[in-house]
Nanobody, 126 residues
């Protein structure tokens, strides 16, 4: 059975930066579209960004466009979420998820994704 492991979360001041990583093992990485999601306390899980398995298509939720680019390293079976200009509304547990249906496109809705990581906490505080 495959596994996804996120890392890179932590405490950062408003306006600061982090880079989240999600390493996949046991999967043929280029067969899966990947998404980043986040869930803050008391709120529903929210789609942040995604990338199709061929990396030709990405999607972002409006609140993170231009700030949280997603990127993939196929050689390392890793997807990154570069978090720039962090805002007070960004703190949450961030999860990566993958699904083989997202070849030519992807979607930032959590329901279709089959495999999930355990999450990494991002805290923004001065």
């Amino acid at each position: 059975q495959g596994r996804l492991v996120e890392s890179g979360g932590g405490l950062v001041q408003p306006g600061g930066s982090l880079r989240l990583s999600c390493v996949a093992s046991g999967f043929t990485w280029d067969h899966y579209g990947v998404g980043w999601f986040r869930q803050a306390p008391g709120k529903d899980r929210e789609g942040v960004s995604c990338s199709s398995s061929n990396d030709d298509n990405t999607e972002y939720t409006d609140s993170v466009k231009g700030r949280l680019p997603i990127s993939r390293d196929y050689a390392k079976n890793t997807v990154y979420l570069k978090m720039d200009s962090l805002k007070p509304e960004d703190p949450a547990v961030y999860y990566c998820a993958i699904d083989p249906q997202f070849v030519q496109y992807c979607a930032i809705v959590s329901g279709p994704y089959e495999y999930w990581g355990q999450g990494t906490q991002v805290t923004v505080s001065s």
